[in-house]
């Protein structure tokens, strides 16, 4: 994991090289903005589940499968196939670390969605889309590297 003392040493060696005269000054902005893009992705917001998600609304999607969000985000709060609900058979309630509220549910499915599917995003504001997608894809990535390093 890219930790963050690696990502201040980083800068501190991009600092030193350029300095020093060994690098120009456009590549160094290109990889200082590299490193921080690499930190946030293999650093994602902690979040913690069943949050209180009264008076969200939805904010936008993000397609995944069902164990993607387990292997994720843990078990759902609800569900699967909470046929109770009315319109939601699957939700997991997150916050995050900064205070951003998002769920993560199907809508109007009938029965929860196993395969592929367009995820709804509820939240307060688009943060909650943000975090979601952000969590999603460092995860996602960390796999992708793990697999081209075997």
Same mark, same amino acid.
Not at 31 to 46: K, W, Y
Not at 95 to 115: L, R
């Given at each position: 994991?890219?930790?963050?003392? &690696?990502?201040?040493?980083? /800068?501190?060696?991009?600092?030193?090289?350029?300095?020093?005269?060994? =690098?120009?000054?456009?590549?160094?902005?290109?990889?200082?903005? !590299?490193?921080?893009?690499?930190?946030?992705?293999? !650093?994602? =917001?902690?979040?913690?589940?069943?949050?209180?998600?009264? =008076?969200?609304?939805?904010?936008?999607? /993000?397609?995944?499968?069902?164990?993607?969000?387990?292997?994720?985000?843990?078990?759902?709060? &609800?569900?699967?196939?909470?046929?109770?609900? &009315?319109?939601?058979?699957?939700?997991?309630?997150?916050?995050?670390? &900064?205070?951003?509220?998002?769920?993560?549910?199907?809508?109007?499915?009938?029965?929860?969605?196993?395969?592929?599917?367009?995820?709804?995003?509820?939240?307060?504001?688009?943060?909650?889309?943000?975090?979601?997608?952000?969590?999603?894809?460092?995860?996602?990535? /960390?796999?992708?590297?793990?697999?081209?390093?075997?």
């Amino acid at each position: 994991m890219y930790q963050i003392e &690696d990502l201040h040493q980083s /800068v501190n060696d991009v600092y030193e090289q350029l300095d020093g005269g060994k =690098m120009p000054e456009d590549q160094a902005i290109e990889i200082l903005l !590299n490193c921080c893009q690499e930190f946030i992705l293999r !650093n994602p =917001m902690p979040f913690t589940s069943d949050a209180d998600i009264n =008076m969200t609304s939805y904010k936008g999607q /993000v397609l995944s499968t069902y164990q993607e969000l387990c292997d994720v985000f843990g078990p759902p709060d &609800d569900g699967p196939n909470d046929l109770q609900g &009315d319109k939601v058979t699957c939700c997991w309630r997150l916050k995050f670390a &900064d205070g951003t509220v998002a769920s993560i549910y199907d809508w109007k499915t009938g029965e929860t969605p196993f395969g592929g599917y367009h995820w709804h995003i509820g939240g307060y504001d688009i943060k909650a889309v943000n975090r979601v997608k952000r969590t999603m894809e460092s995860v996602r990535r /960390v796999d992708r590297i793990s697999i081209e390093k075997k």
